[in-house]
């Protein structure tokens, strides 16, 4: 099988796989290979936090051209997978100086399946695009075409529990791989300062509960296949909802508008987490660490490239901002770990204190940073004199 994830995360993901017990894990680019049985596939498509889909290879080979491209697909035996009373649709990526446009690959697919079923049984499958009983992934790779089955359907990041977002929300797959990177394991507090519609907040939890990531979403595309064993998969829900833990700190969401906190709410109720997460409405510049001990903070500043700039308030001001980010942590929250997110490269120069990691990482199109500031109990200097007498 193949795991597609995003830029960056594919570490992540290959140790998630064997930690959930996949063999021959080997990464690639935007992508993790392993092997597993059934039950594994379904599995992965419950637990994977930075999987996006889970694909299962069913035939490659080399093409140079459309007639090859035609020939090569119209040759496999599709009744394995597909009859004339089934759906399907196609999707494909297209990396090949020999074919240029995806959706010319994907019609020249679909005519070799269906003249294939019309040569054989007489009949044609249908294709629907939005709701199909299979679909077909076509990955090429130079001169190299790779016929996939997709046992995902949707993108793995729609978890199910998210019902409203604020504006310019982060991307559940996302949000679970930079809690990851940022090592946010469940054993301290956890803030998100500025927690728009909640999903950090949201991955958080699970995360430290150890709660199958997608157990809210309603259907996986291999739930429509003809070996489709459900007794199976009930089994494996069943297992993994026996490895969730207890959490006994606390997850603390703020945000200044009061829509965001009302969609937070809502989301995080929707993920029936409303017992582990807080959610208050209060402007992070005005708040102080709100309890003792070791704090963990990842948030996604909520101005940016990615929104509209009449979305923004009419006296905003990226330099001011950042830096009252930096004052904030520096004065109010010490003992804390603070991560965030930015596409806005020169705003960090405001901030005003060294970042101890930065992580080059893609939130959608935009290259961003993923960085680190470690707010100290006290001195820095005393902080090192301490450990080193220790």
Partial sequence: MVAKTLFGFEELLAKEIRNLGGGLVKEGVRSVSFEGDTGFMYKANLCLR??????????SFTVTNESELYK???RMDWTDYLSIDTTFAIDTTVKSDNFSHSLYVSQKVKDAIVDKFRDTEGERPSVDVKHPDLRINIHLHKDRCTVSLDSSG??????????????APINEVLAAGLLLLSGWDGQNDFIDPMCGSGTLLTEA???????????NRKEFAFEKWDDFDEALFDKIVESQLNKTREFHYKIVGYDKAPSAIRKAKDNIENANLSDY?????????DTKKPMDGKLHMVFNPPYGERLDRSELESDFDVETFYQEIGDTLKQEYPGTEAWFITSNLEALKFVGLRPSRKIKVFNSHLESRFVKYVMYEGSKKRKFQKETRE
């Fill in 277 to 285: 997460i807080t959610v208050e409405r209060k402007n992070f510049f």
């Fill in 205 to 215: 939890a699970m995360i430290a509960c150890n709660i199958p990531v997608n157990i």
């Fill in 72 to 74: 090569n697909i119209y």
């Fill in 50 to 59: 930075t999987a996006i889909k889970i694909l299962k290879p069913i035939h």
């Fill in 154 to 167: 949707r993108s793995l990041h729609q978890r199910g529990y998210r019902i409203a977002t604020n504006m």
